[in-house]
């Protein structure tokens, strides 16, 4: 059975900072995964979609890996803004048919 | 929202009580999700559809039953209202084919006392 991992539950840094965001699954047979944001009291933004035949996957200053065979997905956000403060959730296939099983996410504060 | 509407936006009920929640999307998107988001658990899937009239079962659909009739509506009624169902309820579509990027609505949250 698929589980997804995220750690930290809680990051704060200073602004300008670079980070990185830890998603770790337990079944490696995933043919993508998915990152995205949540706003408080908001649903979720999709950010990133990386297949599995893809290592890596950028947008803006987002920057996504997966390594199926290590069963972990980063996420890297270069120069933190406080306009980035949020909840980051990944999310792996649950079978076929685009079910997603989630992590219970990252929430990110960027103190100005 | 991607076109993705969902109603009530908040809703207090008392327990036994049925319930139904509206997804509405404009996009023509084939596949539509309902989650449900608790403090401790995250994202659960309850029901999806691939399709109007097909639906099938996610990880917590006790207690749920969903319809689509429609392309552009899916919706999830909660037979019986119980505590354990206070939540946040997040429909979700998705355009099928090769596309598979999800696109959430802003969430319904229910209160059952």
């Known amino acids: 059975k698929q589980e997804v991992t995220q750690i930290p539950a809680a990051l704060s840094v200073p602004e300008g900072e670079n980070l990185v965001l830890n998603c770790s699954f337990t079944d490696s047979a995933i043919y993508n995964l998915q990152w995205f944001r949540q706003d408080p009291g908001k649903g979720l933004t999709s950010l990133l979609l990386i297949q599995s035949s893809q290592r890596e996957q950028t947008s803006g200053r987002l920057n996504a890996s997966l390594d199926k065979s290590s069963g972990r997905s980063t996420l890297y956000i270069a120069a933190s803004q406080p306009g980035d403060s949020a909840t980051y959730l990944c999310a792996a296939p649950l079978g076929q048919g685009g079910k997603l099983i989630f992590g219970q996410g990252t929430e990110l504060s960027v103190k100005p | 929202d991607a076109g993705i509407t969902q109603s009530p936006r908040h809703k207090v009920t008392e327990t036994g009580t049925p319930v139904t929640l509206r997804c509405h999307q404009t996009e023509n998107h084939r596949y539509m999700y309902w989650y449900r988001q608790d403090p401790g658990h995250g994202l659960r899937l309850i029901h999806y559809s691939y399709g109007v009239k097909d639906t099938d079962k996610g990880e917590v659909s006790d207690g749920y039953s969903v319809s689509r009739s429609k392309t552009e509506d899916f919706l999830l009624t909660l037979e019986s209202a119980t505590s354990s169902q206070t939540s946040v309820y997040f429909c979700?579509?998705?355009?099928?084919?090769?596309?598979?990027?999800?696109?959430f609505g802003s969430g319904t949250q229910l209160s059952v006392l």
């Open positions: 979700a579509i998705r355009p099928g084919g090769s596309d598979e990027k999800l696109f």
